[in-house]
């Protein structure tokens, strides 16, 4: 079957701009996570859900960014007012479980705010 | 705050050899810790996962070990290929269902 599938898989915008990323999980998997990596670091994590609820965002850096799951199935990250920090690999996975928490990751956005 | 370490950084090694990548963690409360091997810009790919109250996994020519209680796992590769080269990331999640917190990755690059 399909995997994780993350759209664009590319994204170059200029500073100030408003982005979305989009994550569509493997059909049928209850959760889902958004995580970024800078280059050279691992992942670290910013938000997930279960079913349409987002139970932890903790990781979510400030209120520039934020995610939705509305029926439970893809998700939006969102990013107003990019900064050049906020350049980096975001990657979406999703399990399809909630306790066995085999993570299946996408190939990832990569998002470079000029 | 669980921390995640790999060592080394980096690793080189020639065509054939056995070797070893180390993982720590510092809170040896965790649910369950995956082995990832990740592609220059591309996703991660889940190698093995390993149970809180397992020892060890084993995949083809991969084998991961957990002793937890040291707060310590390796990921052992046997008779390196060039294609094994990657970056290979550890991480552990403290709960079920909940985030995975990762390690920086180790590097790999075998030669031919």
């Known amino acids: 079957g399909a995997g994780v599938s993350q759209s664009p898989r590319y994204k170059v915008t200029k500073r100030g701009q408003d982005v979305a990323l989009r994550c569509d999980p493997i059909s049928g998997h209850v959760s889902l996570y958004w995580y970024r990596q800078a280059l050279g670091q691992g992942p670290e994590f910013l938000t997930y859900f279960n079913y349409e609820a987002q139970q932890d965002k903790s990781g979510l850096p400030n209120d520039r960014f934020s995610a939705e799951r509305p029926k439970g199935s893809f998700s939006t990250l969102e990013i107003q007012r990019t900064e050049q920090g906020d350049s980096a690999m975001y990657l979406c996975?999703?399990?399809?479980?909630?306790?066995?928490?085999?993570?299946?990751f996408g190939a990832g956005t990569r998002l470079s705010v000029l | 705050k669980q921390e995640v370490t790999q060592i080394p950084a980096a690793l080189s090694v020639p065509e054939g050899e056995n070797l070893v990548l180390n993982c720590s963690f510092t809170?040896?409360?965790?649910?369950?810790l995956q082995w990832f091997r990740q592609d220059p810009g591309k996703g991660l790919t889940s190698l093995l996962l390993i149970q809180s109250s397992q020892r060890e996994q084993t995949s083809g020519r991969l084998n991961a070990s957990l002793d937890k209680s040291s707060g310590r796992s390796t990921l052992y590769i046997a008779a390196s290929q060039p294609g094994d080269s990657a970056t290979y990331l550890c991480a552990v999640s403290n709960q079920a269902g909940t985030a995975l917190i990762f390690g920086k990755g180790t590097t790999l690059s075998v030669s031919s």
């Open positions: 809170d040896s409360a965790i649910y369950n």
């Open positions: 996975a999703s399990s399809r479980t909630l306790n066995v928490n085999i993570q299946y």
